[in-house]
C-alpha cells in the first residue's frame, strides 16, 4: 500500500507488477486486484509476466508443466476481456467464462501496459504480439544485444515496429554513464537498477548516487 501511496503522490513514477507465478493464478481474480491497483495508483501499474521455467515450481502448483505458454496467453486474454468488455465473455482451452462483471475497471484505457519477460525465442514473440513492452533480467551488455536482435526479429514478423516495443533491463554489472548509454544505444528504454545494499542506509545511498551520477545525464 505504502508503494501505492508513493506512486500516486509522484507523477512520474510507474507501478509495476511482475508474476512469474501468474500461471497459478485465477485470472479472473487477479484481474479484479490488478484493476484494483491501478485506480488506487491513478493509473501507473504495470503489469509483468514472466510464464516459468522450473518444472517443479508447476509440480508444486499441481498444474502440468506442458502448454505453459497457450495457458499464460489464454489467462492474459480473459483478463483482457474483463477488462475491456462492457459484457465480459471468454472461451479457450483452459479458461471459459459469461455473464459477469467485475468492478472497479482500471484506469488506464484500454488496459494497464502488459510487459513480458524472458529470455526465448517463444518469449520475444509474446512480446512483439501480445505486449507493451519486454522486460530482460540480469543481463550485461552482450546480453541486451542477443536479446534486442531477438526482439527486432520477433516485431519484422508481426509487422510491428520495434521502435513501439518499450524495452526494460535490470542489468547484472555495476551501470556507470558510459554502460547506460550503451544499453540505450541498443534500443533498452528503462534501465531497472538493483539496490546492493543491505540496509535502509545502503539503499538510499543507491537511490541518490543514481540520481546524481545517471538520472538526465544519458
Not at 494497464?112 to 519486454?134: D, I, M, Y
Request: charged residues 30%; positive net charge.
Amino acid at each position: 500500500m505504502a508503494r501505492i501511496f508513493d506512486s500516486r503522490v509522484d507523477a512520474g513514477r510507474r507501478l509495476a507488477k511482475a508474476l512469474s507465478g501468474y500461471r497459478g493464478r485465477n485470472p479472473l481474480v487477479l484481474a479484479k486486484e490488478l484493476a484494483t491497483v491501478d485506480v488506487l495508483s491513478n493509473g501507473r501499474l504495470i503489469f509483468g509476466i514472466g510464464i516459468g521455467y522450473l518444472k517443479p515450481e508447476f509440480d508444486a502448483l499441481g498444474i502440468p508443466f506442458e502448454h505453459k505458454g497457450l495457458r499464460t496467453e489464454e489467462y492474459l486474454a480473459a483478463m483482457l476481456a474483463v477488462w475491456t468488455m462492457e459484457k465480459p465473455a471468454y472461451r479457450g482451452k483452459f479458461a471459459s467464462f459469461s455473464g459477469i462483471n467485475a468492478m472497479p475497471r482500471p484506469v488506464q484505457k484500454p488496459h494497464p501496459e502488459v510487459v513480458f519477460g524472458g529470455h526465448s525465442k517463444e518469449a520475444f514473440a509474446r512480446a512483439a504480439r501480445l505486449a507493451k513492452g519486454w522486460y530482460g533480467f540480469a543481463l550485461d551488455v552482450d546480453g541486451a544485444k542477443q536479446c534486442v536482435e531477438g526482439l527486432r526479429a520477433a516485431c519484422a514478423k508481426v509487422g510491428r515496429k520495434f521502435e513501439d516495443l518499450e524495452i526494460s533491463v535490470t542489468p547484472r554489472v555495476r551501470v556507470d554513464r558510459e554502460v547506460a548509454k550503451r544499453f540505450v544505444d541498443l534500443g533498452v528504454g528503462r534501465l531497472i537498477l538493483l539496490a546492493r545494499a543491505q540496509d535502509e542506509g545502503g539503499v538510499l545511498s543507491v537511490v541518490r548516487e543514481t540520481e546524481r551520477d545517471l538520472i538526465g545525464k544519458v
